[in-house]
């Protein structure tokens, strides 16, 4: 039962321009999303955060983009560098429990 | 580095066997969360212990146990091992109980069961 989906397996943008993955959730009790990088042979490490009560978080170069509605979020990196290659996994919370995508690696080419 | 370890690093081991993963909470931190990736599921949450107690339970099979030691660190026991448990096994630690508390993710721990 897949409750956090990412359809996309792969993007793959060029340096400096904007990187756009997708994140979508069937549980309504979800009140709280994240993001999260993953490199090779380390652990996720968090990336940023957005409740339930906003529609966009902004942190540098990196926003996250709600829409409750559609059961929707998506991460937007801009510019996309070099460095940012790597698998972003969204993940959703409620109280007790927490769920994550599949993952999409983002390839950014210099 | 995120302040949280895990040990070992790799794990090879055979069907039936039992092991045991061990994990250290940043300093502070009296959440332990536990997770699973595999190739087939994703990243799937198992477990959360805080200040010693179980605290919430995931998609973790009755073969799995862990606790979590008055010195706050935590083990996972996973036994009567199968392929399919070949995964990578992650733990985390967080300040407080609450779902909504960032998590900081330890290195993991690669089990391959043969």
């Known amino acids: 039962d897949q409750q956090v989906k990412q359809n996309s397996p792969s993007l793959s943008v060029q340096e400096g321009r904007i990187s756009i993955l997708n994140c979508d959730y069937t549980n309504s009790m979800f009140d709280y999303f994240l993001w999260y990088k993953k490199y090779p042979a380390e652990g996720p490490t968090f990336l940023i955060s957005?409740?339930?009560?906003?529609d966009k978080n902004e942190d540098g170069r990196f926003t996250v983009f709600l829409n409750k509605s559609a059961k929707h979020l998506s991460l937007h990196i801009v510019p996309s560098q070099p460095g940012d290659s790597a698998v972003y996994f969204c993940a959703a919370k409620d109280n007790n429990d927490m769920r994550f995508g599949a993952g999409t690696r983002l390839t950014v080419k210099p | 580095d995120s302040g949280v370890t895990q040990t070992p690093k790799h794990l090879i081991t055979a069907t039936g066997q039992r092991v045991t993963l061990r994990c250290s909470p940043r300093?502070?931190?009296?959440?332990v969360y536990w997770y699973q990736q595999s190739l087939d599921q994703g990243l799937q949450f198992l477990i959360q212990?805080?200040?010693?107690?179980?605290?919430a339970k995931g998609n973790i099979l009755e073969r799995f146990s862990a606790q979590q030691f008055p010195d706050l660190h935590s083990e996972l026991n996973l036994s009567s091992l199968e392929l399919g448990d070949s995964a990578l096994y992650f733990c985390a630690s967080s300040s407080r109980a609450g779902f909504q508390e960032t998590q900081y993710f330890g290195p993991g721990t690669r089990l391959l069961v043969l």
């Open positions: 957005i409740s339930s009560i906003k």
């Open positions: 212990y805080y200040n010693g107690e179980e605290r």
């Open positions: 300093s502070g931190d009296l959440s």
